[in-house]
C-alpha cells in the first residue's frame, strides 16, 4: 500500500509556489507483507507505530484498497465488499469499540444488527443470551450507548461484533484505555470465544499482555515489511539471546557477580541475566559453589524481547538508510 502524500519547505514563498506546482512523494505503508493464517490461529501482528499494522488489517477487512498486490480472506478479496464476505468478518477497534449512534440503548444497537445482518431471531437470541453471559452485560442492555464507561463500550462495543458469528476477527488495540480488571475482562472472553467457535484472529497491540495470553503465533512487521513470523518463544530466541536465572543464596556476603550480569539483588535473591548458551554452565557452578536454596531459569518477558527487537531492527533501517 503506497500513499501519494504532498511536500513542500516552510515559508510563505515555498507555500505560494505550491499553488503552480505542487510536489509529492511516495510513502510505502506497506509493502512485501505475506502471511497465510489457517482457520482458528490466533496470530499476534505486531510492530512499532507506524510500521504498517493497522494498514493491514484496513486492507484484510475490506476499507482500503491496496495499490498492489494479492489478497485472499475466506477466499474472498476484502475491498469487494460483498456482502457474504462482510457477514464473515468483523474489525474491532479499541479506539472505537460501538458505533456511532450514541443516543441508541445497547439493546436497540444489537436490534439494528439482527436487521443489518438478516440474523433469525431464534439465532439472535441465542448468540445475545450467550454473549450476555460471557461479556456481563445484563445490567447495561437498557442503558445508552453515550452512559456507558470506556469499559462498558468495549464489551458491549466487542459484542456487537460478535452477534452474527463472524469466522474472522480484527482486532486493532481491543484494550486500549481500559483499566487491568476490564483488559483481563476482554481477553479472557476472547480466549474463549476463538476456542467455542474456532474463529480465527488476527490482533494488534501494543499491550503485551493481551499478546501473551492470547497468541502462540507472533508475526512482526516492520517498516511496511515482516521481519519476524513464528512462535512467540522463537522470537525470545532471536532477539533476546539471553535468559534469566534467578536464585536465593544462604551464604554470608555472596557475590555472585563473576557469574552474570546482575540486574536485582534483594538480600540473598539474585537476579542475573545471562547467555543462552551457558545457562546450563552457570546453573552448575551456582549450585556447586553456593549453598542454593531456590533457582529458577526464566525467559525475558515479551515486553523486554519486543523493546530489544524494537531496538535491532531500528539499528538495521539506519544501517540501510
Known sequence: MTYRVPVRDGGLLAAARTLVRRQHRDVHAVRNVSFRIPAGQVVGFLGRNGAGKTTTLKILAGILHPTGGRVRVLGEVPWQRRNHYLREIALIRGSQP??????????????????????????????????????????????????????????????????????????????????????????????????????????????????????????LVDDGAIAFDGRRDELGSLFAPAKLIRVTVTDDEPDLTPYGEVLQRDGYQWLLRVGRSEVPATTARLLSRFAVADLSVEEPSLESVMDQAYQSLRRTTDLVS
Open 98 to 219: 460501538i458505533g456511532d449512534a450514541p443516543e441508541l440503548t445497547v439493546m436497540d444497537s444489537f436490534h439494528y444488527q439482527q436487521v443489518l445482518y438478516d440474523i433469525g431471531a431464534a439465532q439472535f437470541e441465542h448468540n445475545l443470551a450467550e454473549l450476555s453471559e460471557l461479556l456481563d452485560l445484563g445490567g447495561i442492555l437498557q442503558r445508552q450507548v453515550r452512559a456507558l464507561s470506556l469499559g462498558e463500550r468495549m464489551r458491549a462495543g466487542l459484542a456487537l461484533a460478535l452477534v452474527y458469528r463472524p469466522k474472522v476477527l480484527f482486532l486493532d488495540e481491543p484494550t486500549i484505555g481500559l483499566d487491568v480488571s476490564a483488559a483481563r475482562t476482554i481477553r479472557t472472553f476472547l480466549a474463549e470465544y476463538s476456542a467455542r467457535t474456532g474463529a480465527t484472529v488476527l490482533l494488534t497491540s501494543h499491550a503485551m499482555a493481551d499478546v501473551e495470553s492470547l497468541c502462540p503465533r507472533l508475526v
